[in-house]
């Protein structure tokens, strides 16, 4: 969406009418200007009320993002982030992925209102609608190669958890690599990109996707089960105070990560698992398939997977897991 349009947005937040000619005296533009920047609220998943002699009006107030909410949100822990704050983006691990080869520093931030080519695991887009996510990528540096990062993305997962119970949402589950879900529905979605040496040090760029309040244009392009926090605790939460929450969170699991790797972490997320102890079915890249019982996961984040010839182990990658049959 053009920068306009997100101007013009912010105006009608309130949820209240605007009229046209209102909107137009305000930005010193034309009122054909207005209508013409307006066309592309499709595009933002958003329903605009248009009546005539009273104006436009957005059908729900929208929630932005704020550096001053989000820094009260982190309290002491507000110096460790370097927060940018965007409007929209492709894809915010593709931003910050370029920012960190130019340097940028550990704790940087970039949050979206909108991401238009959010990437998911194994090649997936994320949708989104404007105010109904909240898309955001976290630069990451460690002293070990890259090699010693994995397990990682379980780690997130961890984080995540902990953010949304400190925020009042209960019920949720982990998926095996990273996925947070609640009724086997997923919620939030988990990419990490990684650069660096193998014997250190090293980056991630770890990017998170919540759902919020997904439009029913967002659903209907979603290829599997999702859900929201307005559809699980029916209010929508405040986004500057989730992010905030998030973040504080995420910086409390990666201390540790740094210290005592995936191990440190690895009895929480377990306990979490919604496959544990149950039969699963995986699908491997090149169309082979193995089940078996999930008994656990080790200290690199490996799926451990019990099976007619015996233990054994997955790596995190290019793999899909799904619920199977009992053997």
Known sequence: MRPLTFTVLRLLADGEFHSGEDLAHKLDISRATIWNALKEMDEAGLDLYKIRGRGY????????LDRTKIASALGAQANRFNLELIDCADSTNTLLMQKAALGAVPGSVIAAELQTHGRGRRGRSWYSNLGGALTFSLLWRFNQGVGLLSGLSLAVGVALLRALKSLGVDGM???????????????????IE???????PSLAVIGIGINFKLSEQAKKLIGQPATDL?????????????????????????DTFAVRGFGGLRAEWVEHHVYHNKN???????????EGMVTGVDNEGALLLKTRGGERR??????SLREGRSL
Not at 57 to 64: D, G, S
Not at 194 to 200: R, S
Not at 280 to 290: E, F, G, K, S
Not at 314 to 319: A, C, D, K, P, V
Request: net charge negative; glycine share 10%.
């Open 280 to 290: 699963v079915r995986i699908m491997l890249p090149d169309n082979a398939a193995d």
């Open 314 to 319: 997955y790596s995190t990658g290019e793999i």
């Open 173 to 191: 589950a982990l998926k095996w690599p990273n996925d947070v879900l609640h009724h086997n529905c997923k919620l939030a979605g988990i990419l």
């Open 230 to 254: 307005y559809s699980v605790t029916g209010i929508l939460p405040e986004r500057n105070l989730a992010l905030g929450c998030m973040l504080g969170h995420l910086a409390q699991v990666l």
């Open 194 to 200: 990684v650069q660096g040496d193998v014997l250190g």
């Open 57 to 64: 009006r957005l059908a729900e107030p929208l929630q932005w």
